[in-house]
T-cell receptor, first 113, second 113 residues
Framework: AQSVTQLGSHVSVSEGALVLLRCNYS??????LFWYVQYPNQGLQLLLK??????LVKGINGFEAEFKKSETSFHLTKPSAHMSDAAEYFC???????????FGKGTRLSVIA | EPEVTQTPSHQVTQMGQEVILRCVPI?????FYWYRQILGQKVEFLVS????????KSEIFDDQFSVERPDGSNFTLKIRSTKLEDSAMYFC???????????FGPGTRLLVL
């Protein structure tokens, strides 16, 4: 069965600093990987997804993630944090198109002025 | 931009009572899902629904739970006799196809007393 581990339930960065949110997955077959973001009082919004094409995936709002099979990782990065990036971020995996998403616990990102 | 909506945003109920959580998926989507997140825990899959029947369900989705698409727009989750441990945020999602991105609603926070 597949699983996702997000290291750090809360990450705090200064405005303009690098954002790095960590995600490691476990899957017996090549996975599809996703990052979702949840702003306060809103639903989960897809940031980006990896579906076995390019290993470096660019998403919305300047975020990107790199699939590293050797490290079973799919970390989310953004070069320069903005106050509007403060939200909860969820990493998720599924093994094929018709299987449910398996989520990590989420990481709350705070951005300090 | 089309979005998934959910009502109510918050619901408080007494243990043993029935609750119905409502979702309006994106209009041309064919696949519907319910997930839940107990406070401090992972987002967990409950059930997927396609062509007016359940296509997959998790161990959590026992006989106390049911789903229905009563008309062309709504998708409901019913909990027949709520338990304290049903307290959670419930997310509805929809997708245009099995391989397509799942779009999530803002969630319904259910509190069982």
């Amino acid at each position: 069965a597949q699983s996702v581990t997000q290291l750090g339930s809360h990450v705090s960065v200064s405005e303009g600093a690098l954002v790095l949110l960590r995600c490691n997955y476990s899957s017996s077959v090549p996975p599809y990987l996703f990052w979702y973001v949840q702003y306060p009082n809103q639903g989960l919004q897809l940031l980006l997804k990896y579906t076995s094409a390019a290993t470096l995936v660019k998403g919305i709002n300047g975020f990107e993630a790199e699939f590293k099979k050797s490290e079973t990782s799919f970390h989310l990065t953004k070069p320069s944090a903005h106050m509007s990036d403060a939200a909860e971020y969820f990493c998720a995996v599924r093994i094929s198109g018709n299987t449910p998403l398996v989520f990590g616990k989420g990481t709350r990102l705070s951005v300090i002025a | 931009e089309p979005e998934v909506t959910q009502t109510p945003s918050h619901q408080v109920t007494q243990m043993g009572q029935e609750v119905i959580l409502r979702c309006v998926p994106i209009s041309n989507h064919l696949y519907f899902y319910w997930y839940r997140q107990i406070l401090g825990q992972k987002v967990e899959f409950l059930v997927s629904f396609y062509n007016n029947e359940i296509s997959e369900k998790s161990e959590i989705f026992d006989d106390q739970f049911s789903v229905e698409r009563p008309d062309g727009s709504n998708f409901t989750l019913k909990i027949r006799s709520t338990k304290l441990e049903d307290s959670a945020m419930y997310f509805c999602a929809s997708s245009a196809g099995q391989e397509e991105t799942q779009y999530f609603g803002p969630g319904t926070r259910l509190l069982v007393l």
